[in-house]
């Protein structure tokens, strides 16, 4: 995403009479081009990072990184608030939902290893071992600051909390999204629902739909 700049403090001024509002104006940087024009009416709190060409307008962000070529409007709160996995991690019921075959959801389970990890439990040292690598991998996701991808638009929505959202993705009046990830090219509807989440590439949930703790699988 390139380099970072301080905002001037002209661009500053500018922004106030936008109806722009920061907790420290310091805490801000964005793309060497960026322009005052991206943003109306918004407050930013914590550590933000704005990419080219994207525009903000009547939202509250704090602790997010914007790419490049996003569409953010009325957004009533999008936050991250403390240290997140966004999602990675999270075990998850299959088969029984009674228990017993819970398995640790993370970017890039396929349905092969969701399948190992569930049915070969009698494969000890193999579960051990498959449960530690994704633990280990999804600590590498950690952080305090949430992202948004390049080319990700999101309109309308009530709540986004500790949720990354990839490249190309689409969300249009959902109500609350806590502690997930959405990845490139996925499409979020009106009025949905998730917590602990994770939706694949190119996946759709829609239709006031309400998730928690799941996997939504490609397309």
């Known amino acids: 995403m390139g380099q970072y700049r301080k905002l001037t403090l ?21 793309a060497p081009d960026f322009s005052v024009e991206q943003l109306r009416n918004v407050r930013l709190e914590g550590e933000i990072r704005i990419g080219s060409r994207s525009y903000i307008s009547y939202s509250t962000l704090r602790n997010y990184t914007i790419g490049n ?5 009325s957004v009533l709160r999008m936050e991250c608030r403390h240290s997140s996995l966004f999602g990675n991690g999270v075990m998850v ?4 939902e009674n228990g017993g075959r819970s398995i640790p959801i993370y970017n890039e389970l396929t349905s092969q290893i969701a399948y ?22 999804s600590e590498e996701i950690r952080s305090s600051t949430g992202r948004i991808g390049d ?14 959202i ?10 609350h999204l806590e ?8 499409t979020i509807g009106v009025d949905v629902r ?21 996997f939504v699988g490609e397309k």
């Open 10 to 30: 002209d661009e500053r001024s500018e922004l106030e009479l936008r109806g722009c509002h920061a907790e420290s104006w310091d805490n801000i940087v964005v």
């Open 69 to 73: 070529n996003c569409h953010i409007d």
């Open 93 to 96: 019921s299959t088969v029984n």
């Open 116 to 137: 190992i990890m569930a049915m070969m439990r009698n494969r000890t040292a193999l579960i051990e071992e498959l449960q530690r690598k994704v633990m280990a991998r």
């Open 151 to 164: 080319g990700a638009t999101i309109l309308g929505v009530k709540f986004i909390r500790e949720v990354n």
């Open 166 to 175: 990839s490249e190309g993705a689409t969300i249009e009046g959902a109500s």
């Open 179 to 186: 502690n997930g990830t959405i990845l490139r090219n996925a």
């Open 194 to 214: 998730a917590k602990n989440f994770i939706i694949d590439n190119d996946s759709t949930v829609e239709s006031g739909a309400c998730i928690e703790r799941c």
